[in-house]
C-alpha cells in the first residue's frame, strides 16, 4: 500500500516546475477520490493559469454529467467573466453549443427574500444589437415579460428616453404575414 506524502518547503513556500515543454500531471489515478487545492481559511490570491501568451484553458471538459459551483459562498461574491477591457474581438459563449436534448438557463430566478436585485443587460453605448429569441421556432414559443399576479405597481418602459436626434421607431407585429394570423390584444 502506497502511503500519503506532504511536500511543504522549509521557509512555507513550495514551488514546482518543470522544462519549457514539460507535461504535469495531478491526480490521473483518481476515480473516487478528493483532490483539494488550497487552504479552507486562505485569504491570499488563487491563480490559475496567469499565462500571458495564447492558450486553451478547460474545466470539467470531458464526458459525464458534471456539477460545477464557482462563487457559491454566502458572504457576497463578485464574479468576473471576459471583463477586461478588451483590445481585439472578444466572446462569451453560455448554453451556446447545439442542443441535443432539453436546456435550462436560469439567471438571477431563485426567490429574493431581502434587498434589492438589479439585472443589467446591454446597458453599454457600445451595444447596438440586442436579440431575443431573434429566430423562427421550431416549435410554439411563449414569451413573457411582467408576468405573475403581483400585488406590486409594475412599469414597462419601452423608448422611454428622451431623443435629441434622428427617428425613434416601434415595430409591433410589422411583417408582411403570407400565411397565419397575427393577433394584437391591449
Given amino acids: 500500500a502506497r502511503r500519503a506524502r506532504v511536500f511543504a518547503g522549509a521557509s512555507g513556500n513550495f514551488l514546482m516546475t518543470g522544462a519549457a515543454t514539460s ?5 490521473t489515478g483518481l476515480t473516487t477520490g ?13 491563480t490559475l493559469s496567469n499565462s500571458t501568451g495564447t492558450q486553451n484553458v478547460f474545466l470539467a471538459n470531458g464526458n459525464g454529467a458534471k456539477t460545477i459551483a464557482i462563487g457559491g459562498g454566502v458572504t457576497g461574491n463578485t464574479i468576473s467573466i471576459g471583463n477586461g477591457i478588451n483590445t481585439s474581438a472578444q466572446t462569451i459563449n453560455v448554453a451556446n453549443g447545439n442542443s441535443g436534448a432539453d436546456t435550462t438557463l436560469n439567471i438571477m430566478s431563485g426567490t429574493g427574500t431581502t434587498g434589492a436585485g438589479v439585472i443589467a443587460l446591454g446597458s453599454n453605448t457600445r451595444v447596438t444589437t440586442v436579440g431575443i429569441c431573434n429566430i423562427a421556432p421550431a416549435a410554439a414559443r411563449t414569451i413573457t415579460v411582467c408576468g405573475g399576479n403581483g400585488a406590486q405597481n409594475d412599469t414597462l418602459t419601452i423608448m422611454g428616453g428622451n431623443p435629441s436626434a434622428n427617428a425613434q421607431t416601434v415595430n409591433v407585429l410589422s411583417g408582411v404575414p403570407t400565411g397565419g394570423t397575427q393577433v394584437l390584444n391591449l
Avoid: E, P
Avoid at 23 to 27: A, E
Avoid at 34 to 46: M, V
Fill in 34 to 46: 478528493t483532490i483539494t487545492i488550497g487552504a479552507t481559511g486562505n485569504t491570499g490570491d488563487f
Fill in 23 to 27: 507535461t504535469i500531471t495531478i491526480g
